[in-house]
């Protein structure tokens, strides 16, 4: 997966988890303004729907991801 932080400038904590609740994936970015980051994922992955959550000082965002 590619993940644009946009303006936020923070770390970030970048979470899968399946659909049973169990982490898959666990990483941290430290990311600058407009920065651009690759996550390789759908190897290590079984085919299915995962939650994404992305944390960061003061903003969280979740969204579904199915890997095909």
């Known amino acids: 997966i590619t993940i644009n932080y946009g303006e936020a400038a923070d770390r970030y904590a ?3 988890f399946d659909m049973e609740g169990r982490m898959v994936y666990d990483n941290q970015d ?7 980051v690759q996550h390789q994922l759908s190897s ?7 939650l994404l959550r ?4 003061n903003s ?5 991801l199915f890997i095909p």
């Open 60 to 64: 969280q965002f979740s969204t579904r």
């Open 44 to 50: 290590k992955l079984a085919s299915g729907i995962y």
């Open 14 to 16: 970048v979470s899968l």
């Open 54 to 57: 992305i944390t960061g000082q």
């Open 30 to 36: 430290d990311v600058i303004a407009n920065q651009t």
